[in-house]
C-alpha cells in the first residue's frame, strides 16, 4: 500500500517525506485555505512548490463544478508538473470531465466518493485514483471501512485499474485496517503516520537496553 500525506503544509510534508516512506500528496480546496494561500498565482506556485519536495503523484483539486469549467482548470492545474493528480469532484460533469482527462493522458483522482456505486462510475470512466472518505462516513454512523472492503472485492473482480485511494483517515488503526482491506493509498494526516510508530512496549524495551548498554559502555 502507497502512503499519500493529506495536507498542504509544507513543514509536515517535509516531515513525512524525511522518513522515506511517503509515495505522494492530497491537498483539498480546504488544506490549501488553512495555509493562507490566497489569489491563483500563489496556489499554482504552491502545488509546484509540493512537486519539488515529492517525488510522486500530487493531487490538485478543481474548484469549477461545470465540465468546460473542470477541464479548462484541470489543463492549468496539469501543465504546473507531470506529477500533477487533477481531483474532480464526484459529480455528473466531474465523471464527463474525468474521461476527457483519461482520453488525454492527464491522471484524475475522484473525490468525495461514499458508496460503492460513485466508485464504479468513476472507475468506468477511467479515474487514475478514486477516493472513498472512510473518516466522514464513520462520522455520520455508517462504516467507512465496509466501503474499501466493497471497493476490493469489486475493483478485483472487474479488473478495474483504478487505485482505490483510501481517505478521510482518522487515526493509525484506519491505516491498518485499510492496509488489510486491500487500498491500494492511504492518505494520511501526519499525526496518523506518526502514530504507526508508537507502542508502550517499545519504549519500555528501548529505555531497559539503553540502561544495560551503560553497564558495558
Ligand atoms: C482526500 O483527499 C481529502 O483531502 C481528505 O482525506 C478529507 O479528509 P477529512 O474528512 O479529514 O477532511
Not at 499519500?4 to 516531515?15: C, G, P, R, V, Y
Not at 482527462?101 to 478514486?130: D, H, M, P, R, W
Request: net charge negative; glycine share 8%.
Amino acid at each position: 500500500m502507497k502512503f499519500f500525506i493529506d495536507t498542504a503544509n509544507l513543514s509536515q510534508i517535509k516531515e513525512a517525506n524525511e522518513l522515506g516512506i511517503l509515495d505522494g500528496v492530497t491537498t483539498n480546496p480546504s488544506l490549501m485555505a488553512k495555509e493562507g494561500i490566497k489569489g491563483h498565482e500563489a496556489v499554482m506556485n504552491h502545488y509546484l512548490t509540493i512537486c519539488e519536495m515529492v517525488d510522486g503523484d500530487i493531487s490538485a483539486e478543481v474548484v469549477s463544478t461545470d465540465f468546460n469549467g473542470i477541464v479548462e482548470e484541470g489543463k492549468k492545474l496539469a501543465a504546473i508538473h507531470e506529477n500533477i493528480v487533477v481531483k474532480v469532484p464526484m459529480i455528473k460533469d466531474g465523471i464527463k470531465a474525468i474521461k476527457w482527462f483519461s482520453e488525454n493522458g492527464i491522471k484524475t483522482n475522484c473525490t468525495l466518493v461514499f458508496s460503492a456505486g460513485q466508485a464504479i462510475l468513476a472507475a468506468k470512466a477511467g479515474a487514475s485514483y478514486v477516493s472513498p472518505f472512510i473518516g466522514r462516513l464513520d462520522d455520520t454512523g455508517w462504516d467507512g471501512l465496509e466501503l474499501i472492503h466493497q471497493m476490493r472485492q469489486i475493483f478485483s473482480l472487474q479488473n478495474y485499474s483504478t487505485e482505490i485511494l483510501a481517505a478521510s483517515i482518522r487515526n493509525p488503526n484506519h491505516i491498518i485496517k485499510c492496509a488489510e482491506a486491500g487500498a491500494d493509498v492511504c492518505t494520511c494526516p501526519l499525526d496518523s503516520i506518526l502514530g504507526l510508530l508508537k507502542h508502550p512496549l517499545t519504549d519500555i524495551g528501548l529505555q531497559k537496553f539503553l540502561e544495560d548498554a551503560k553497564k558495558f559502555a
